[in-house]
């Protein structure tokens, strides 16, 4: 202290007596005292840490000298104190929000994974279906292939189908007229040949004259224009009996011999007593128009009552 407490009266001493000196002595003073000035800065930063510890007069003297300029330890320790609460309040808050951003963070992948599972699930299922759809399709081109092979092969068996039905069309034809001609020819032949027997049976048996007569109808009566007509009679003690023997007859058939027997009756003026049908097939259509007209029909020769 005794130092820094000489060196300081020394500079006051300085001040006092430069007020009284020249410009020019003031300023060799002034030179010297810069040189005093630095030494006395040196030796208070060399000494004043000390004289702090030391020496309680000169640390309160610097406290007063410097408390304008800065607070005390006390307030500066308490401002520090808030500084740091607040801080750790700032960081906790900052922590915190940061644990609740990282939780959403956390969240929001975890949404967004699950997002991705579930698009790559579907992404899965999407190639699962294109591939049976795929698969599909190809299973429906092969059955279409196989369908074109079939309709091709139903086309041509069609074809052969139709060839093989106008062919037989061709020959049913043929066979109908052929065998139409058969039946008239066997129609014709048999009729003749029963009609020759039934004959033969009356006349030789029976004591009964039997005629084919063949008349001329000039007025077409009987077939609506002039034309042959053809009867069968069985003649017995003064009865006339108007014969048709047929292989088959048919309404209009039935007709046309009601006709022949009227003009019989007319052409020769002679009563026919009964008319007689002898055939062994009847066309249900005629049964009306035999009884209308009053003809009896007999299926078989034997069927016929005795004369």
């Not at 030796?43 to 840490?49: D, F, M, Y």
Request: with cysteine.
């Amino acid at each position: 202290m005794g130092d820094l407490g000489g060196e300081f009266k020394a500079l006051e001493t300085f001040q006092a007596a430069s007020k009284s000196f020249c410009p020019s002595t003031r300023w060799n003073a002034i030179e010297s005292l810069a040189m005093e000035q630095s030494e006395i800065i040196a030796a208070i930063q060399r000494e004043l840490p000390r004289l702090i510890a030391q020496e309680p007069q000169v640390r309160d003297f610097i406290l007063r000298t410097v408390s304008e300029y800065y607070a005390g330890k006390p307030e500066t320790d308490s401002k520090f104190d808030r500084v740091l609460a607040e801080l750790q309040r700032d960081r906790e808050e900052q922590a915190r929000k940061w644990d609740e951003e990282s939780r959403k963070w956390d969240e929001e992948s975890r949404k967004w994974d699950e997002q991705n599972r579930k698009w790559d699930e579907q992404n899965r299922k999407w190639d699962e279906e294109s591939r049976k759809w795929d698969e599909q399709s190809r299973k429906w081109d092969e059955q279409n292939r196989k369908w074109d092979e079939q309709n091709r092969k139903w086309d041509e068996q069609n074809r052969k189908w139709y060839e093989q039905l106008a062919e037989i069309r061709r020959l049913d034809k043929r066979f109908d007229g052929t065998i139409g001609a058969l039946g008239s020819r066997w129609g014709l032949s048999s009729e003749a040949s029963f009609r020759n027997a039934l004959k033969g049976i009356l006349e030789e048996s029976f004591g009964v004259e039997v005629l084919n007569l063949n008349l001329y109808d000039h007025q077409g009566d009987v077939f609506g224009r002039p034309d042959q007509v053809e009867l069968d009679l069985i003649i017995k003690n003064g009865l006339t009996i108007a014969c048709e023997i047929k292989s088959s007859i048919d309404k209009a058939g039935m007709y046309i011999f009601g006709r022949k027997v009227d003009f019989y009756a007319r052409h020769e003026q002679r009563e026919i007593s009964r008319k007689i049908v002898i055939s062994p097939m009847v066309d249900s259509r005629a049964l009306p128009v035999a009884e209308a007209l009053g003809i009896e029909i007999y299926s078989y020769a034997d069927a016929v009552e005795a004369l």
